[in-house]
């Protein structure tokens, strides 16, 4: 099949998927609806994590923090400023941005671009390291971000959290900014700075021999992914219509990682597929919270906190048995698509005896 | 914030705060200082973040409450029982989380530890509850005891003393003995000590033990010292004890012994001198972190590594 044939088809999916984002913005429930969102959402922080971890190699754990920054961007300066006296009731909000009201897109850039930048600063220390202290270093910086949050009180209201940011539960919004990180990320993965960083993630001393600038292609994914992340943790903030620096833990981020280790790492299509696997597995899970009764008799094991024990027991059995993920680092292309329709048992059995 | 305020505290600073500050700083460096050695001997020899560590401290806090509150066992007795048990679970995570893991890619065992860490604070969150329980209160331990003007508590001078014991046992289990040789060479070379004879899973699975027991001791003290436990105990003071083990130089003991004082003498002392700072505690930990690798990749007494192609 050809490029174009490709595109085409890309393109006629985005639009029928859009118009099931339309419905389910007027025919789903809000539950459901947030539902939804939240999977969207999802996808785009595990395409950010993607990025740096799946196709860099480059073991980042500093979502957390990124997100927060996006989120907080969102939370200061989409409140009504007639709203912020309220909600800065314990400080007064520093006159430097009392007075600055945006528009929620123009919010999420200036998140994203802000999470970037604190990447770009973060990254010079950081990115010399290599493996676990890559992975400590950022999770440390990841909660600094969050410990600065909470102590700039002027600006962030601290421990107290922002609330009454307007609420943004409306799917094709979401949707439509999915749709633009999808089409980028894949973009650049495709690109040769795309193709650079897999060079980096299979051997990088192979890859500098090459000519490839380390610094500058591990810089670069480190400050996409986390432009993405301050983007889905602004879409995050808004959709709760409250941001507090608990919402940022660390252990936020092992949700992606989770989604990523599920879809495949360094699959874009395995990452979208991960997130609405584990967010909408995580909502449904939540029946294990709930006291469950057969025949008038509770079932002692189910009370709250159970769902997180599935949870994690599951992401143990993936990463034990299941190490490649869904996706393993293939994509979804409509040629194996139209392969799977035709002949959906031979596909599988030649899938096996190719790999 | 200005200047005037945030040095405030030096000039109130007298000699005897300055003690109690020390006291305090010493006591929170040997704490760090004991659970950090189980980190740099786990990766000393697996090259892995031991992410379970921090939980497993969590975990022994819990087998003590059990042991002394609701069996209401003896402490000293409930502290041997402690001891075993932490190494149990020690082991069992590393049998069951890591040893299938032996021969994939880093990226793979970095997120089974991750996820075991995970999978503990879920688990004790399930089963103990979220609600803070007291540690049970030792009332030979927790007496207070003054020494001229400086007040403080008998586990404090304890923690110092049961570090540097444990140390010279440490030390000479890993100097001296057939398995601190074994110990020692799959640190420096895995495969070519399996093809010398040495029984690796046999070794690690003794690393673990020994780390877990360190971590124990200083879960029973902590438990002591701060008598408040939930599941996420372990998560702040093991993030912390790993920097320190890096700080030091990872697979150093003797570098998680310093890199255990600097946090913990510096975190007490930084909020002393500087009132005002308070809020950015748990951040001096990572400052410090980032400042040494930038200097010092290998940490302070870490050896110097080449990367072979």
């Known amino acids: 099949m050809d490029k174009k044939k490709n595109i085409i088809f890309t393109t006629v999916a985005l639009i029928v998927l859009f118009g099931a984002a339309c419905a389910a913005q007027f025919g789903l429930d809000a539950y459901l609806r947030r539902v939804a969102n939240l999977c969207m959402i999802y996808a785009i922080i595990g395409l950010s994590l993607q990025i740096v971890n799946g196709f860099c190699g480059q073991f980042s754990l500093g979502q957390a923090g990124f997100m927060a920054i996006g989120a907080y961007v969102v939370g200061v300066f989409t409140v009504p400023v007639e709203l912020r006296e309220k909600v800065f009731y314990a400080v007064p909000m520093n006159p430097l941005i009392a007075d600055i009201q945006m528009p929620v897109w123009l919010a999420l850039i200036v998140g994203g671009l802000l999470a970037a930048l604190v990447a770009f600063l973060i990254g010079f220390p950081v990115l010399r390291l290599h493996g676990d202290y890559l992975a400590i270093a950022t999770l440390g910086f990841s909660e600094i971000i969050r410990i600065v949050i909470t102590n700039a009180q002027s600006f962030t209201n601290g421990a107290l959290g922002i609330k009454d940011i307007p609420p943004l539960n409306d799917a094709r919004y979401i949707f439509v900014v999915c749709a633009i990180t999808y089409i980028f990320v894949t973009a650049l993965i495709n690109s040769s700075y795309g193709r650079a960083f897999k060079a980096i993630r299979e051997d990088e001393i192979a890859a500098e021999a090459m000519g490839i600038d380390l610094f500058k292609h591990k810089c670069m994914a480190f400050m996409f992914s986390a432009f993405f992340a301050g983007v889905g943790g602004g879409l995050y903030g808004a959709l709760l219509g409250t941001v507090d620096p608990k919402n940022f833990l660390f252990t936020l981020t092992y949700n992606f990682v989770l989604i990523i280790v599920l879809g495949g790492m360094g699959s874009i299509t395995g990452s979208m597929l991960g997130a609405i696997l584990v967010t909408g597995g995580l909502e449904f899970l939540r029946v294990f919270d709930e006291p469950l009764e057969v025949f008038g008799m509770a079932i002692p094991l189910f009370r709250p906190g159970f769902r997180m024990v599935i949870f994690s027991i599951l992401l143990m059995v993936c990463v034990l048995f299941w190490r490649k993920g869904i996706m393993g680092t293939e994509e979804f292309t409509w040629e194996k698509f139209k392969k799977f329709v035709k002949n959906p048992v031979g596909y599988w059995k030649g899938d096996e005896h190719h790999g | ?309």
């Open chain 2, 1 to 309: 914030m200005d200047f005037a305020t945030l040095f405030q505290a030096f000039s109130d600073m007298t000699f005897v705060s300055f003690c109690q500050h020390m006291v305090n700083g010493i006591s929170l460096g040997s704490l760090y200082a004991l659970i950090a050695i189980g980190y740099t001997m786990v990766y000393g020899i697996l090259l892995m973040i031991n992410f379970a560590h921090a939980d497993i401290v969590m975990m022994a806090c819990y087998f003590a409450f059990f042991g002394i509150r609701i069996f209401q066992i003896p402490w000293f007795v409930t502290l041997i029982g402690v001891i075993v048990a932490t190494a149990v679970l020690g082991v069992v995570i590393e049998r069951c989380a890591y040893r299938p893991l032996r021969d994939a890619p880093k990226n793979s065992v970095l997120i089974s530890a991750i996820g075991a860490s995970f999978l503990l604070e879920n688990f004790a969150n399930y089963v103990f509850g979220g609600r803070p329980l007291r540690f049970p209160k030792i009332s030979l331990l927790a007496q207070n005891i003054s020494i001229g003007d400086v007040r403080t508590q008998f586990i404090c001078l304890c923690i110092p003393v049961v570090l540097v014991v444990c140390l010279m046992v440490l030390l000479h289990i890993i100097n001296h003995t057939k398995t601190g040789m074994a110990m020692r060479a799959v640190s420096k070379d895995y495969e070519i000590a399996r093809v010398m004879g040495v029984d690796i899973d046999k070794i690690i699975s003794i690393t673990f033990v020994i780390g877990s027991s360190l971590a124990a001791i200083g879960a029973f003290m902590w438990g002591v010292r701060y008598p408040g436990i939930t599941p996420y105990l372990g998560v702040m003071p093991g993030l912390k004890c790993f920097i320190a083990a890096v700080v030091g130089g990872i697979g150093n003991i003797k570098g998680a012994v310093i890199g255990g004082f600097i946090l913990g003498l510096g975190e007490v002392l930084i909020v002393a001198f500087f009132p005002a700072l308070s809020g950015y505690r748990d951040a001096f930990a990572f400052m410090v972190l980032s400042i040494i690798l930038f200097y010092k990749p290998t940490g302070l007494l870490g050896e110097k590594t080449t990367e072979k192609v």
